[in-house]
């Protein structure tokens, strides 16, 4: 018996491995949204996507928080059709009819009323315990930012105004025990959260519950906007993901995204800023464009308007070039160097 076998049968933990068959270190089989622009938020690959582990998206009011979270649910229950969902509510704005217009199956979702973070803890930590390793379960909390301290609600009903001090120690205990949950039993867990400026000169957006959260996230995202018109009125937002934090793309990265009022997230949605960035799409007069053979150096002579990139016939050939892909890989992927900066590009408060 080797030293290695030796050691293995000795511990009480039965995940021990040796490191090169360690299950913990095998690639993980991400869920595909159907938004190619948030696969690369996830991974920086168009192939990619989420994965078991916390990823916190936040930012102020309407910044398409909880929108993102239900892709990534349905995603999910569309990948495995015997899995579930666990959507922990404490804002009550996700309705039946709201997951239904998603084609959510809102039976295969547990709604779980939340009213502290004490009360998230607990009941967390016990569903997530009766998980076993192979069960298809995911888990989203809307919201992290709006959960009071049990304390909180205590000191309100014995009529005191003292600050409370105890809500961040109590979401960093919630993320120390739940965060090995996840990646030992590969189960997902997006949490909606709020942003704050932080005070200065210069401020930057915060987000809320202290650095536990940070250290527990695979992903932080934190969303900016700007408004987007037709003449004077507003059709939607144009959104950024701002990558604060995360295990594959690169950190400060910002990545566009659309919402309209009617058409929700289109598809292909954001990646024409990213294409046009690369010189793989450009404007070859004003209010069209076409799309580049970079082998070449071609302009297409099929112009569309900007509606028309919004179509898969317009991305199908941009997606079948390798350059494509390894120009996305190179751009966003932590070990690759970046070939444009998309500060530049994305003129946009956040």
Not at 164 to 180: C, E, G, N, Q, V
Not at 185 to 191: E, T, Y
Request: charged share 25%.
């Amino acid at each position: 018996m080797s030293l290695l076998d030796k050691m293995l049968k000795a511990g009480s933990v039965k995940q021990a491995a040796a490191l090169n068959d360690s299950a913990f270190f095998k690639d993980k089989d991400p869920i595909q949204t159907e938004l190619p622009i948030v696969n690369i938020a996830f991974s920086g690959s168009l192939k990619g996507g989420l994965i078991p582990g916390l990823t916190v998206v936040a930012g102020e009011s309407k910044s398409f928080k909880t929108l993102l979270g239900l892709y990534c649910m349905k995603a999910y229950l569309k990948k495995y059709p015997k899995g579930i969902a666990l959507l922990y509510d404490s804002e009550y704005g996700i309705t039946p009819e709201y997951l239904e217009s998603f084609d959510i199956d809102t039976s295969r979702v547990l709604h779980i009323p939340i009213e502290d973070v004490e009360q998230l803890k607990f009941d967390i930590v016990g569903r997530l315990d009766e998980v076993a390793k192979g069960d298809n379960v995911m888990v989203m909390i809307d919201s992290i930012g709006n959960l009071a301290s049990k304390k909180e609600v205590e000191d309100a009903l014995n009529e005191k105004s003292v600050a409370d001090m105890s809500r961040a120690k109590a979401l960093k205990s919630l993320f120390r025990i739940i965060t090995p949950r996840l990646t030992t039993k590969d189960i997902p867990c997006i949490a909606v959260n709020h942003t704050y400026k932080e005070i200065g000169l210069f401020p930057k957006n915060i987000i809320s519950g202290g650095t536990g959260i940070y250290y527990s996230a695979n992903n932080i995202w934190i969303l900016g906007r700007r408004q987007n018109k037709t003449g004077t009125e507003i059709t939607g937002y144009d959104f950024v993901i701002n990558v604060e934090k995360s295990r594959f793309v690169k950190e400060k990265s910002k990545i566009p995204i659309s919402v309209s009022w009617e058409g929700g997230v289109e598809t292909y949605s954001g990646l024409l800023d990213v294409a046009m960035a690369g010189g793989y799409v450009v404007k070859p007069s004003n209010g069209w464009y076409s799309s580049v053979n970079m082998d070449t150096g071609e302009i297409s002579e099929k112009k569309v308007r900007q509606s028309g990139t919004l179509e898969k016939a317009f991305w199908d050939p941009i997606f079948a070039n390798t350059n494509f892909k390894e120009f996305v890989k190179n751009q966003f992927t932590i070990g690759y160097k970046s070939e444009i900066d998309m500060d530049e590009i994305l003129e946009m408060e956040v």
